[in-house]
C-alpha cells in the first residue's frame, strides 16, 4: 500500500517569497490533514479536510495561509508573503474516516531566510 | 487546545520502564499515541477511546482515564527501537477527528 506522498521534500526561500507544498493521501482515505512542526515542538493542526471540505481552519493563519483539497484527493497548501518564523517541517496525514489512526508523510522542511 | 505532556525527556537503560502521561482541560473523546525517530515521520501506535481501554502494542500499552482526561503511556522493559520522541494527540468531544498533539517526551533508551 503506497503512503502518503509529498513534495517537495526541502525548500529554502526568502521571507515575503510564496511556497506550495503538495500532498497526495493514501487511496481512499477521506480525512486529510495539514500539521506545522517546528523544531522540538509538537505538531500543531492547520487545517482538516473531509473529502473536500474543510473541517476545521482555525489555527490557519489566513492572512498568509491557504489550502486547497480539489476533488477530495490531492491538497496544496500555500505561503505568501513567507516569514521567518513559518520555518519548520510541514506535515501532511490522512485517516480513512476521521478519528481513526492518522498516516503521515515524510514532510518538507522549509526553511525562510 | 494542546494537551500538556510529562515528563518531557527521560533516558533510560535497556529493560527499564517508564511512564509518560498526557493531560487535557477539556473532555476528551479519544487519545492517540505516536512515536517519531529522528528526522522521520510520526508514527501511530494506538488509539484509545473513552471508556477507560487499555491497549497494547508489543511491550508498549497505555490506559485512558476519562473522568481525570489523562492518559499514560507505559513502556515495558525498553528495547533501543523505543528511543524518540513520543506524542499524544488528543480529540476533544466527538470533535470530527480534529486531533492536537502536545509538546512531546523524548525517549532514550541506551545498552
Known amino acids: 500500500e503506497a503512503g502518503v506522498a509529498q513534495s517537495p521534500r526541502y525548500k529554502i526561500i526568502e521571507k515575503r517569497q510564496s511556497v506550495a507544498f503538495w500532498c497526495n493521501p493514501i487511496s481512499g482515505h477521506a480525512t486529510l490533514y495539514w500539521y506545522q512542526q517546528i523544531l522540538g515542538q509538537g505538531p500543531k493542526l492547520l487545517i482538516q479536510?473531509?473529502?473536500?471540505?474543510?473541517?476545521?481552519d482555525s489555527q490557519l493563519p489566513k492572512d498568509r495561509f491557504s489550502a486547497e483539497r480539489l476533488k477530495g484527493v490531492d491538497s496544496t497548501l500555500k505561503i505568501q508573503p513567507a516569514k521567518l518564523e513559518d520555518s519548520a517541517v510541514y506535515l501532511c496525514?490522512?485517516?480513512?474516516?476521521?478519528?481513526?489512526?492518522?498516516?503521515f508523510g515524510s514532510g518538507t522542511q522549509l526553511s525562510v531566510l | 487546545q494542546q494537551p500538556v505532556q510529562s515528563p518531557q525527556a527521560v533516558i533510560l537503560r535497556e529493560g527499564e520502564d517508564a511512564v509518560i502521561n498526557c493531560s487535557s482541560s477539556?473532555?476528551?473523546?479519544?487519545v492517540h499515541w505516536y512515536r517519531q525517530k529522528h528526522g522521520e515521520a510520526p508514527v501511530f501506535l494506538m488509539i484509545?477511546?473513552?471508556?477507560?481501554e487499555q491497549k497494547g502494542h508489543d511491550k508498549i500499552s497505555a490506559s485512558f482515564n476519562e473522568k481525570k482526561q489523562q492518559s499514560s503511556l507505559y513502556l515495558t522493559a525498553s528495547q533501543l527501537s523505543y528511543s524518540g520522541t513520543y506524542f499524544c494527540?488528543?480529540?476533544?468531544?466527538?470533535?470530527?477527528?480534529?486531533?492536537?498533539f502536545g509538546a512531546g517526551t523524548q525517549v532514550v533508551v541506551t545498552p
Open positions: 477539556k473532555a476528551l473523546y479519544s
Open positions: 479536510f473531509q473529502n473536500n471540505g474543510v473541517v476545521d
Open positions: 494527540g488528543t480529540e476533544v468531544g466527538s470533535g470530527w477527528g480534529k486531533l492536537q
Open positions: 484509545l477511546l473513552k471508556g477507560g
Open positions: 496525514a490522512s485517516s480513512l474516516v476521521a478519528g481513526e489512526k492518522l498516516f
